[in-house]
């Protein structure tokens, strides 16, 4: 009995040790690509240190139908990405944009890097062309990415 009790604790240990990211809750087995998957809304933006949820939530919800949505697919290797901040049927706000681009994980998967066609940087990192986030947390329906992005700090949580 003391014997299974100290194996346990000793794979108890070890499998929370093995988190990937920092803000995980647990371990995950599924592959880490299969887990970005998905379509994800703003949850929290923190730029700098100040909550900016409010300041970007209002803009969509004035100007995009309170529409902003991260869509990551994934199929036969190739990783699109999609980002809506308007209806997805015209007409359509010119404030508001629908881009394409792909996603790539890199430095053992630590690394979410979006690439955007035609993105710019009205919005920070959010529509920009090129943006290497950190992952933060991956865990059933979170995503949590960081960015330094023009000498600023942006938090971001998305949601599924």
């Not at 062309?129 to 023009?150: G, M």
């Amino acid at each position: 009995m003391y014997n299974k009790i100290i194996l346990f604790l000793i794979i108890s240990i070890v499998l929370g040790a093995c988190k990937k990211y920092p803000e995980d809750d647990a371990i995950s087995f599924k592959k880490a690509e299969k887990r970005v998957k998905g379509s994800y809304k703003i949850d929290f933006i923190r730029i700098d240190g100040y909550d900016s949820t409010n300041y970007y939530k209002n803009i969509w919800e004035q100007m995009c139908n309170n529409n902003f949505e991260f869509h990551f697919r994934l199929s036969g290797g190739f990783s699109g990405l999609e980002i809506f901040a308007s209806e997805r049927k015209p007409p359509y706000n010119p404030i508001c944009f629908q881009y394409h681009g792909y996603w790539d994980l890199r430095q053992h998967k630590n690394i979410l890097i979006t690439r955007l066609f035609g993105g710019d940087d009205v919005w920070g990192p959010l529509r920009a062309r090129y943006v290497s986030w950190e992952i933060r947390k991956l865990y059933k329906n979170e995503l949590w990415i960081e960015t330094n992005y023009n000498g600023k700090n942006w938090f971001v949580k998305l949601k599924k």
